[in-house]
């Protein structure tokens, strides 16, 4: 079955860098689109980032060009760089598979996520 499973959370001061990872297994990696996604408490989740199945990525605006996502198609993962992480960036980050190969996909796979947290 598919499997998708994040790593790389953790507490940071503000100011700070994380890079968050997530492995993907039983789907054909290289076909699908792959996107980050966080959820605060009391709010409803929002996309941070998607990489398409060429490698063509997607900003929906919602960390002003802080976060950078990549892949490494041959390890089956897909990463996020976070840089300049504020308060505001504590969330459980998800990452998602899309089997159409779209970022502008309905996602149809999820990890289980990772707790990040920004200290004042």
């Known amino acids: 079955q598919v499997q998708l499973v994040e790593s790389g959370g953790g507490l940071v001061q503000a100011g700070g860098s994380l890079r968050l990872s997530c492995v993907a297994s039983?789907?054909?990696?290289?076909?699908?689109?792959m996107g980050w996604f966080r959820q605060a408490p009391g709010k409803e989740r929002e996309m941070v980032a998607a990489?398409?199945?060429?490698?063509?990525?997607r900003d929906p605006g919602s960390v002003k060009g802080r976060f950078t996502i990549s892949r490494d198609n041959a390890k089956n993962t897909v990463y996020l760089q976070m840089n300049s992480l504020q308060p505001d960036d504590t969330a459980v980050y998800y990452c998602a598979a899309d089997r159409t190969g779209s970022a502008y996909g309905k996602y149809d796979y999820w990890g289980q996520g990772t707790q990040v947290t920004v200290s004042s």
């Open positions: 039983g789907l054909t990696f290289r076909s699908y689109a």
């Open positions: 990489i398409n199945s060429g490698g063509g990525t």
